[in-house]
């Protein structure tokens, strides 16, 4: 038999969440094999990347056997998916196999995506095909190119098995990621929803030793994790609408504790600005366009608020006015990471009073003008170096309100302290070359499933250092071609 690596596993959640999970192994599959490894971060978590890149890796990423010491299980947790309430989501086919300590001693979850059908799976068959698992591994990849908190793919394993979507039978695969953890907010409703107080603040403490390590034992400390949880995703989902970047299914069972990105299904990156953007082809109400998602974080926190009320304070109208508070705190908090965004985007430095009004205003040029979000700010480095030809280029009609706004601009800009050579090349450190633009995305995926991985190497190559230019690589930097059409994503998984 194959002899596995050592994984030197420590599963706190198995060992501290009893009731918290199913037990549970990965199903046999008939050909397990590697795809795709990931060797930088093997190498991070302190794993041998040559042992796991062949017969070992596959049969452990798939599922098929698990390495001493893991402690393979289906995590509990519910969810409002789409506003509606669901008591039981859960692990429905994936596994955590356990956590191991990376080089830096931070504790990181391996998982399976795609492992095989769970206590959890309702109508589900617990699989996964091969596009959606390349999609959330590269899309993975490129937010943390990005600079942007996220799980990550760890390996990409096809299992030999033919699966079958409304689309056709697929090729089915397997995808291991890793996460800082997997606790999200529907993790917390699930016992709240049982009426389970005790498990739900053992699961609470347990989340404050993980995340929130500093309030350990302190008084108030339910209320001071809310406030932290609130502050990453203010932080996190000012990320992504300053990258543009729509998630797509910011279900409470999609929102992780951690302020990491979690389950890259029907997202997708905008091209030109709009708000209203929405690529998911079951969100017909628009619920997680783009430009709500700020709402929608706000939202969601609020249902974590809900679960932490009764360890918040004793009085339940005390709790209720500290939770409130918390939750009304988004607002502020995400213009002000947003903010901090767009002033590296836009150059400054310097935080002066009419910022907001500025980054807005460029945004405002962009609307209705078909520009691309992401060339729109490469470009706008080129008029910081004075040559706002190629900016001018990109709009539909680059009318008087773009003139105007640039010379605002640029009157602001003169106030920072650094030269323009210098302003622009830190815009170009903020400003990305290169995004999973929807068409190459789709392009490498078929290209995969039909046995060829060069586009999804190459593509993946660019994205994980996303803001230097690199030789041959001008198709990538354009937006899709009018003959793509309107992009819808399907949750397909
Ligand atoms: P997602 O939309 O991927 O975040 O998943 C929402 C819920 O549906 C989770 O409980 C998943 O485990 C479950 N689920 C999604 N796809 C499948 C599948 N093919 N088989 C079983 N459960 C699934
Ligand atoms: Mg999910």
Redesign the pocket.
């Known amino acids: 038999m194959t002899k596995l690596p050592d994984f030197a596993f420590d599963n706190s959640y198995h060992r501290e969440l009893s009731g918290a999970y199913a037990q549970w192994q990965g199903d046999k599959v008939p050909a397990p094999q590697m795809l795709r490894l990931n060797v930088a971060l093997a190498e991070e978590l302190g794993l041998d990347a040559d042992d796991l890149a062949g017969e070992a890796g596959a049969l452990v990423f798939s599922g098929v056997r698990a390495p001493t010491g893991a402690a393979p299980l289906a995590m509990a947790y519910a969810g409002h998916q789409f506003g509606g309430f669901s008591p039981q989501?859960?692990?429905?086919?994936?596994i955590l196999v356990g956590e191991v300590l990376d080089r830096f001693g931070r504790r990181r979850d391996i998982h399976l995506k795609g492992s095989g059908?769970t206590p959890?799976?309702?109508g589900?068959?617990?699989?996964?095909a091969l596009a959606p698992v390349l999609r959330e591994y590269l899309i993975g990849e490129a937010m943390y190119g990005l600079g942007i908190p996220t799980t990550r793919a760890l390996a990409a394993v096809t299992t030999g098995e033919k699966i079958h979507r409304d689309t056709g039978a697929k090729d089915g695969a397997v995808l291991a990621r890793v996460a800082s953890s997997h606790l999200r907010v529907g993790s917390f409703q699930f016992f709240a929803a049982r009426g389970d107080a005790e498990m739900l603040r053992k699961l609470a403490d347990y989340a404050i030793a993980r995340h929130d390590p500093d309030l350990v034992g302190t008084e108030g400390r339910y209320l001071a994790f809310l406030k932290s949880v609130t502050a990453r995703q203010a932080e996190l989902v000012a990320q992504w609408v300053n990258v543009g970047f729509v998630h797509g299914?910011m279900?409470t069972?999609?929102m992780t504790i951690s302020g990491e990105t979690i389950?890259y299904?029907p997202c997708a990156f905008i091209d030109s600005y709009s708000p209203k953007a929405c690529f998911s082809s079951i969100d017909q109400q628009g619920r997680y366009a783009f430009g709500n998602q700020p709402n929608i974080a706000a939202w969601n926190l609020a249902r974590l608020a809900e679960c932490l009320l009764g360890f918040i304070d004793a009085d339940d109208d005390k709790a209720i006015a500290l939770a409130t508070e918390v939750i009304n705190s988004f607002p502020a908090l995400y213009q002000a990471a947003w903010l901090k965004g767009a002033r590296k985007k836009l150059g400054l430095t310097l935080e002066e009073e009419g910022d907001l009004a500025l980054a807005n205003g460029f945004l405002m040029t962009l609307q209705g003008q078909n520009v691309d979000y992401t060339q729109a700010f490469r470009a706008l480095a080129g008029a910081v170096r004075g040559d706002s030809a190629p900016l001018r280029a990109l709009y539909d009609d680059p009318a008087q309100e773009l003139d105007t706004w640039l010379a605002a601009y640029l009157k602001r800009s003169a106030n920072e302290s650094t030269t323009p050579e210098a302003r622009a090349d830190a815009m170009d450190a903020a400003n990305p070359l290169y995004i999973p633009r929807n068409h190459m995305v789709e392009e490498a995926l078929k290209a995969a499933e039909e046995g060829d991985m060069v586009p999804f190497d190459t593509l993946l190559k660019l994205l994980q250092t996303p803001f230097m230019a690199q030789p041959n690589a001008e198709a990538y930097t354009h937006p899709a071609p009018e003959s793509f059409g309107p992009y819808k994503t399907f949750?397909g998984?």
Request: aromatic share 4%; charged share 35%; hydrophobic share 20%.
């Open positions: 989501l859960g692990d429905g086919r994936a059908r959890f799976s309702r589900g068959d617990g699989k996964a299914v279900n069972d999609n389950d299904g949750c998984t």
